[in-house]
């Protein structure tokens, strides 16, 4: 199957540094991943959608400056929270998107990696 | 803002009842329905989808109902075990223009099933 990992898996950092999280597709290739924020007992929400070799577009709302995203391959983008502070503590969740076709069907669907603990002290 | 509206909040079951969760959308831009189970500090994983011309799947112990003239779907869980125990999303994907592939998730529940 289709497997997306994060690294780091979790971090913790001091207030005003920079972290950056890697979001992999292993066995596929990917021009389009997703990045997601959680926080506790909350549900998904998209920050901005990555595309390979091009800007990312990010959900209203999301500072781009804050949250910097590089996608250089198709099998890697980068978030990048840049000065983070406390309230910068989240879940953060990448997804791969597949596309092809199948038995006759189309199919679009998005694997998500595990997901990365970022705590801001 | 497009939204998924997704009930209840949490749910308690005894081993081996039926789990409900149900969800229902506001638009109809969407053209895929799929549901995801989540573990604690886990990413979401694809339990079952559903296209809005099929009113009903079902894999295993899961089951999908999708009522597309009241812009409702739901999971049935039968037979549900302590594994079951996890938090349940239900999404939708858009399905074109500047926002197409984009999924806009439900508010989760919350499944603990009690052995």
């Known amino acids: 199957g289709a497997v997306v990992s994060q690294h780091p898996s979790r971090v913790i950092c001091k207030s005003g540094t920079s972290v950056k999280i890697e979001c992999r597709s292993l066995?596929?290739?990917?021009?389009?991943m997703f990045w997601y924020r959680q926080f506790p007992k909350q549900s998904l929400m998209l920050m901005a959608t990555s595309n390979e070799g091009s800007k990312a577009t990010y959900e209203q709302g999301v500072e781009k400056d804050k949250f910097l995203i590089n996608h250089a391959s198709l099998t890697l983008s980068t978030l990048t929270v840049t000065s983070a502070h406390p309230e910068d503590s989240s879940f953060y969740i990448c997804?791969?998107?597949?596309?092809?076709?199948?038995?006759?069907?189309?199919?679009?669907?998005?694997?998500f990696g595990p997901g990365t603990r970022l705590t801001v002290l | 803002q497009q939204q998924v509206k997704q009930s209840p909040q949490s749910l308690i079951v005894q081993k081996g009842g039926i789990s409900i969760i149900n969800c229902a959308y506001e638009n109809t831009a969407f053209d895929y329905f799929p549901w995801y189970q989540q573990f604690p500090g886990k990413g979401p994983a694809l339990l079952i989808a559903?296209?809005?011309?099929?009113s009903e799947k079902k894999e295993g112990r899961f089951t999908i109902s999708f009522n597309k003239s009241a812009k409702q779907f739901s999971l049935h869980i039968m037979d549900s075990q302590p594994g079951d125990s996890a938090t349940y999303f239900c999404a939708a994907r858009n399905a074109g223009g500047t926002s197409y592939g984009k999924l806009t998730f439900g508010q989760g529940t919350i499944l603990t099933v009690h052995p």
């Open positions: 559903i296209r809005p011309d099929v």
């Open positions: 066995d596929f290739q990917a021009t389009t």
């Open positions: 997804s791969a998107r597949v596309i092809g076709l199948a038995g006759g069907y189309s199919y679009n669907e998005q694997f």
